[in-house]
């Protein structure tokens, strides 16, 4: 079993920052991708990052340039610098790793 606990969300206005943290526990050996989505109210989840332990990453293509994906292998965390905030990055955003673990999330709440 993996645990993941995101934190870092929050409010924050427009063309702020804010990063998120997940942090795993448990058999982490096992994981060998783990990745951030998104989900706002009423619309459906969406792919923000993703971190392979073979040192890929990729960030969905409208997010590039405000968005950055990283880890920390010795703090086993992973990181979602999120830069320039919109409005409409307002979602409840959640951590995930191989093979179908989940985080409980971390809102994130954009004021314009």
């Known amino acids: 079993q993996v645990q993941l606990v995101e934190s870092g969300g929050g409010l924050v206005q427009a063309g702020g920052s804010l990063r998120l943290s997940c942090t795993a526990s448990?058999?982490?050996?096992?994981?060998?991708?783990m990745a951030w989505y998104r989900q706002a109210p009423g619309k459906e989840r969406e792919l923000v990052a993703v971190?392979?332990?073979?040192?890929?990453?990729y960030v969905a293509e409208s997010l590039k340039g405000r968005f950055t994906i990283s880890g920390d292998n010795a703090k086993n965390t992973l990181y979602l610098q999120m830069h320039t905030l919109k409005p409409e990055d307002t979602a409840m955003y959640y951590c995930?790793?191989?093979?179908?673990?989940w985080g409980q999330g971390t809102q994130v709440t954009v004021s314009s």
């Open positions: 995930t790793a191989t093979p179908d673990y």
């Open positions: 448990g058999i982490i050996f096992s994981i060998n991708t």
């Open positions: 971190s392979s332990n073979d040192g890929t990453t």
